[in-house]
Structure formats: structure tokens, C-alpha cells
């Protein structure tokens, strides 16, 4: 039950529990949809209590129909099992959470559950109150968008995390502490813009990611990371800790950043390239003028481009592909292809062919075609 339910929040597992107590009491051998609906109604400050009350729904009169619809059974088994029926509400509730982006199933998906199956005494008996699948899907957006879902959530289940409206995350993710993903833009309302995360996130604590932003697979990100709106990133890149990405860049698969580095708008890192700590890539010349954000461009880090720790990277160069930025390097010219350049101004030294590895442990630290690490 830990792994299956793994996602369910404590309201919604208890409402399971509860389920089998409303068995046992109207003496079953199963537990059917009417048994989970009572176990629905009878946590008392859940989600899903919220929406039916908001639908003129109250849970007593829910109990009176459904203890006069169903007869007292005979209970001779010591263990209940779970009817078809019951078992399909419960996959269609992990549905329901999946179409609404939501991370978790919480009891507002398992009321959504029961009534997108269509048949069983729940439905029936909340049909006959006047609510419908529509009415419950509206009710709970309506109440999602003023953030009592959430809210439900982390009470439930103490989550520190904030998942914003709209946001796409996919398989496996995992969140940490303080994390918010979704945060609206300035001029944009919760929900507006979406964010489309891959599969196998892991998302640090206190990381925040703005609403607009689209992310591959395998996404890494170290703590307190941020993500500006309107960036596009591929498969496989980790953001490590502290880095800022500012808005509009356009990341390619494969690249790491390796952490507390800001990286200006509209730089364009390509497939492979590896960024130090501490580096900052910029992308206006004379800061504050009246026209700097007509002219804002950032750098154009070219495949595999690799850039030493704590360098600067002025506005609109380009580092050629494979090349290396050494450490503390000033960056005012463009790189070329595989060149070494350091100091400031950086200058090119060598190429990365002629680099050694100073204890012998491999021939050319760069040679064409071997899987970089
Ligand atoms: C630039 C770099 C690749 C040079 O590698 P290399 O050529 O094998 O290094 P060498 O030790 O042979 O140095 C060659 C010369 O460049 C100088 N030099 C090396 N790195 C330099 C740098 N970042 N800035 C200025 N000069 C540098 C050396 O002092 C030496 O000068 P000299 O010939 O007058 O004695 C390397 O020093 C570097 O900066 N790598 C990036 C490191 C980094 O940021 N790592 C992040 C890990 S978290």
C-alpha cells in the first residue's frame, strides 16, 4: 500500500481508511463507492468536503440517502477487498491529478474519481443532490485557483513546496523543500503561462521557477536556483546551486552549470558546454541607458564550449565550440573553435590539442569523440 498510495496525501489516505471502517459498520465484505463516499464526508476539512459543500452539498444528508440506499450486509470476512468499481475510482483519481498537473491525489481527485466513473451508488446519490461531474470539476478549479488546493495539500502532507496552476511536470519528479514552480511573471496571473518540465526532475530545495519556461528530461537543479520566465532548456542539464538563469535563453541538452553563476538574458548555450562556479554572463555594454533593453544580447556559448571559474563573459561574443575560457578570465572578443584563451582581456594561448594533463592520467584531456564526464 506505501508504494501504491505513495502519492496519496494523508487526507486522502485516511479517507481509504476510513472507507473500510464505513464497511465494516454497515457490515460488508467490500469496499464499494458508497463506502468511500462516506469516508469522503467524514474528513471533515478536506478538499474534496469544500467543493460539495460549495455545491450545496451536506455531508449528513450525503450519510442519511446513502445508509437508506444501501441494506445492512451479513460481514463474515475478516479482510475486505475492494470492489472493480472501487478499485477503477481510485485510477481514475491518479488520472484526474494528472490532467491537472498536480503532483499529488488528494481528496478532491478522489471525489472527481468516483464521479467520472459514472455509475455506483456514490454516484447515483450525489446525482440525485444535483451535482455532476462538471460541477465538481469547476468547483475544484475554481477553489484551486484560489489556493485552497494546495493549502489542502500542504497541510496534509506538510509539503513545503508551492506548485503554481498550469504546470506540467512529468514522471518521477522529485521536490524539494520551499520549492515554488509556476511563479507568475511581472504582468502575468497564476496560471497564465505554463511550465513544462520533463521526466526524472529532481528540484532542490528552495529553488524557484518562473511561469513560461520549458524544460527537457533529467532536469537537475542544486539549491535556491532561478529560473527566469521564457527560457527554453533541453535534456540532461543541471543547474547547480545559486545560479540564476534570467529570462529568455535558450539552452541546449547536456549542459551544467556548476553553480552560483548568473546568466544574462538571451544567451544561447549550446549542446555540451560545461559553465564554472562563479561566472557571470552578461548582455548590455553600458548598463542603465536609456536604450539598454533594445540592445540587450547575450553571449553564444557554441557546442561543448567550457568556461573557467569565476570568468566574466561580455554582451554579444561568441565562444567557439569545444573551446576553454580559463579561470578568471575577462571575455571582450569572440573565442575561436577549440581555442584556450585567459587573463583579461582574455587572449588565446593554445588550443585545446595542446593541453596536457599534468598528472599523466590521460593523454589529451579533449580528444575528439570521447564522452565528455
Ligand atoms: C586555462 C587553463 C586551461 C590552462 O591550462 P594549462 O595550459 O594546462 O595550464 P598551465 O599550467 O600549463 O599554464 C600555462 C600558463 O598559463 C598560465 N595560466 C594558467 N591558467 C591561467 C588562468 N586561468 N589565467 C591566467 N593565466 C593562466 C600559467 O600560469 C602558465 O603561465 P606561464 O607559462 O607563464 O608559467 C587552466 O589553467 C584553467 O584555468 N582551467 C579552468 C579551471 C577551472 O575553472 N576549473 C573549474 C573547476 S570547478
Redesign the pocket.
Known amino acids: 500500500m506505501a508504494d501504491k498510495f505513495g502519492r496519496f496525501t494523508k487526507r486522502a489516505r485516511r479517507v481509504l481508511v476510513l472507507a473500510q471502517e464505513e464497511a465494516r459498520r454497515l457490515n460488508q465484505n467490500y469496499i464499494g463507492t458508497e463506502h468511500l463516499l462516506l469516508g469522503l464526508i467524514r474528513e471533515e476539512n478536506s478538499v474534496a468536503v469544500k467543493v460539495l459543500r460549495e455545491l450545496g452539498v451536506e455531508p449528513q444528508r450525503v450519510k442519511d440517502i446513502v445508509e437508506r440506499t444501501v441494506e445492512q450486509g451479513q460481514w463474515t470476512r475478516p479482510k475486505l477487498t475492494l470492489t472493480p468499481r472501487t478499485k477503477r475510482v481510485i485510477e481514475l483519481a491518479v488520472d484526474e491529478a494528472r490532467r491537472m498537473s498536480h503532483h499529488y491525489i488528494g481528496t478532491e481527485h478522489l471525489l472527481l474519481g468516483l464521479m467520472r466513473e459514472g455509475e455506483g451508488v456514490a454516484v447515483n446519490v450525489l446525482g440525485s443532490m444535483g451535482v455532476n461531474l462538471e460541477k465538481v470539476r469547476a468547483q475544484t478549479r475554481h477553489l484551486k485557483a484560489e489556493g485552497l488546493v494546495e493549502k489542502g495539500f500542504r497541510e496534509a502532507d506538510q509539503a513545503t513546496y508551492r506548485l503554481y496552476p498550469n504546470v506540467q511536470l512529468g514522471e518521477n519528479a522529485q521536490i524539494g523543500d520551499y520549492v515554488i514552480i509556476g511563479h507568475p511573471p511581472r504582468g502575468k496571473k497564476p496560471g497564465e503561462l505554463p511550465v513544462v518540465i520533463g521526466d526524472n526532475a529532481v528540484i532542490r530545495s528552495h529553488t524557484v521557477i518562473y511561469a513560461g519556461t520549458v524544460i527537457g528530461h533529467n532536469f537537475q537543479t542544486g539549491h535556491r536556483a532561478t529560473i527566469r520566465e521564457g527560457n527554453r532548456i533541453g535534456d540532461d542539464v543541471s543547474v547547480g546551486t545559486g545560479v540564476t538563469i534570467d529570462n529568455d535563453c535558450q539552452i541546449g541538452n547536456d549542459v551544467r552549470f ?1 553553480g552560483h553563476d548568473l546568466i544574462g538574458e538571451y544567451t544561447v548555450i549550446e549542446d555540451g558546454c560545461w559553465i ?2 562563479h561566472v557571470a554572463i552578461t548582455n548590455v555594454f553600458h548598463p542603465r541607458c536609456p536604450k539598454a533593453k533594445e540592445c540587450m544580447k547575450g553571449p553564444t556559448l557554441k557546442r561543448g564550449a ?1 568556461i ?4 566574466t563573459l561580455l554582451p554579444d561574443i561568441t565562444i567557439g565550440e569545444m573551446a ?1 575560457v ?4 575577462v571575455v571582450a572578443d569572440d573565442v575561436p573553435s577549440r581555442a ?1 584563451v ?2 583579461n582581456p582574455a587572449k588565446v ?2 588550443t585545446i590539442d ?3 594533463c ?1 598528472y599523466g592520467l590521460v593523454e589529451r584531456p579533449y580528444e575528439e569523440n570521447r564522452a565528455q564526464v
Open positions: 556548476r564554472g562556479p567550457k573557467g571559474a569565476n570568468s576553454l580559463g579561470a578568471g578570465s584556450v585567459v587573463g594561448v593554445k595542446e593541453l596536457e599534468p
